[in-house]
């Protein structure tokens, strides 16, 4: 099974940019990133597939998230703009997918550890 690890995350006022990588150990056929805040039930948040140039977003964060990956080294990469304090949650990395549904959690095999995003209002 692949192995994530993630880096990035923190702490950031409203209206403010945080960007997380995920490196795989290996190829992997999808990667994405979740997000869990305390009580709530983990959420898809933008998922991608290799080789693909279509990602998939949640309403939530179109338009303010970037997925991005660099194939050739195994890392996807999330560029959150414009943050808003509903963004604050645990960060999860996903890869290795199972099933067709690229924003549900159950799609993946594989999970990183998670990173803490907080943003301040």
């Known amino acids: 099974q692949v192995q994530l690890t993630e880096a990035g995350g923190g702490s950031v006022q409203a209206g403010g940019s945080l960007r997380l990588s995920c490196t795989a150990s290996?190829?992997?056929?999808?990667m994405g990133w979740f997000r869990q805040a305390p009580g709530e039930e983990r959420e898809g948040v933008a998922t991608?597939?290799?080789?693909?140039?279509?990602?998939y977003y949640a309403d939530s964060v179109k338009g303010r998230f970037t997925i991005a990956r660099d194939n050739a080294k195994n890392v996807v990469y999330l560029h959150m703009n414009r943050l808003k304090p509903e963004d604050t949650a645990m960060y999860y990395c996903?890869?290795?997918?199972?099933?067709?549904?690229?924003?549900?959690?159950?799609?993946?095999?594989?999970w990183g550890q998670g990173t803490q995003v907080t943003v301040s209002s």
């Open positions: 290996g190829y992997t056929n999808c």
């Open positions: 991608i597939r290799t080789g693909s140039d279509s990602p």
């Open positions: 996903a890869a290795d997918c199972v099933a067709e549904k690229l924003l549900a959690p159950t799609s993946y095999n594989a």
